[in-house]
């Protein structure tokens, strides 16, 4: 059995749970109309960030010593396990995963590529991610972003908004339209995006989000932190914008841990779904894009480190949260900007 201490623990707390409540039960951690795209005056983000220094992650075998092993899912629904050697913190991600050369050729040539991908396969994207989710992906979204805390009335940003899959949702959490921002560096997605009216989209980056310091309540992301150029800043420049107290919600697809899920998971990913794209998709690059994303997905930082890595930028709070065992691939990190 596998305690799990949260981050920011104290080295007393983490020996005591360890060493008790070995048969305690483990509590659950537990998108009419086009929208156009609106032009706003640029702010100069704050070189202010907070500058907090991360204590990491302790986990413990109940019955051994401290042993260096990737996070793993418990049995548990919802409940996520990580653990580090001794005193011994994961390293702060800056880029989310080595450069992929078959793609493109060198770091400084990726922003690029990711950016005119994204704008050539725009139209499909909707349809391919109603094949992929099998029609889940609303209804799951949603249920993500309560859980991190969106509620009625709140201001959020969400930050690769694209064709305005997550923002359709928290339109309808929160209520109100024009309490909706999206933020995206592709305008092809933008303006392929489906959203009330209302809705205000700018193009930006995670890295440089066009609004001064401490504007929104909430700050999400669906599945865009694979495409991120550096980690660090992005989470920096998300706590920037938040206002204290504000919370946060980046979904991810996790690569699994087993061999015979990576296996299945890269078959699909590589195999299944770009000829599902040729098939039902009009852009000649949108089975490359999916191919693409699987490659992102395998070689992308681990969960342990994303956590670190917020932490790092003066988030507390910070979790992974699995709904699902079987769905123990779809991440949602969950944190909070101080008060």
């Known amino acids: 059995m596998r305690e799990l201490v949260w981050l920011n623990t104290p080295p007393s707390l983490l020996l ?18 086009r929208a156009s795209v609106r032009e706003m005056g640029r702010y100069a983000p704050s070189r202010d960030f907070p500058n907090s220094r991360s204590h990491g992650f302790f986990a413990r075998e109940a019955s051994g010593p401290f042993k260096t092993k990737r996070a793993r899912l418990s049995n548990i629904k919802g409940a996520v396990h990580m653990s580090q050697p001794d005193n011994q913190a994961p390293p702060v991600a800056h880029a989310p995963h080595a450069p992929l050369t078959d793609y493109y050729n060198s770091e400084q040539e990726r922003a690029g590529f990711v950016r005119r991908m994204f704008d050539s396969t725009a139209a499909d994207y909707d349809r391919m991610e109603l094949i992929l989710g099998f029609g889940n992906g609303p209804r799951y979204r949603g249920q993500a972003l309560v859980r991190a805390g969106l509620r009625t009335g709140m201001r959020i940003v969400d930050v690769g908004v694209g064709t305005g899959l997550v923002a359709r949702e928290a339109v309808r959490i929160v209520g109100n339209p024009q309490l909706v921002v999206g933020v995206d ?71 699994p841990e087993s061999g015979i899920g990576g296996a299945l998971m890269k078959a699909y990913m590589k195999g299944v779904v770009p000829v599902l794209a040729r ?51 779809l991440s949602e990190y969950q944190a909070i900007k101080p008060e």
Not at 16 to 30: C, L, N
Not at 186 to 212: C, D, K, N, W, Y
Not at 233 to 255: D, N, Q, S, W, Y
């Open 16 to 33: 005591s749970v360890s060493k008790g409540r070995r048969g305690a039960k483990k509590s659950k951690i537990r998108e009419g109309g």
């Open 185 to 255: 560096p592709s305008p092809g997605m933008m303006s392929s995006a489906r959203l009330p009216q209302g809705v205000s989209l700018l193009e930006g980056t995670a890295e440089a989000i066009p609004f001064p310091d401490a504007s929104f309540d909430f700050l999400s992301m669906g599945y865009a932190l694979r495409h991120i150029s550096d980690l660090s800043l992005a989470f920096r420049e998300f706590h920037r914008v938040m206002k204290p107290g504000a919370r946060l919600c980046l979904l991810e697809i996790t690569g």
């Open 279 to 329: 098939i039902v998709g009009s852009a000649k690059d949108t089975s490359l894009l999916w191919r693409y994303y699987w490659d992102t997905i395998k070689g992308c930082a681990p969960p342990e480190q994303v956590l670190a890595t917020l932490q790092a930028a003066g988030f507390t709070g910070v979790r992974r949260h699995v709904d699902s065992k079987v769905l123990s691939m």
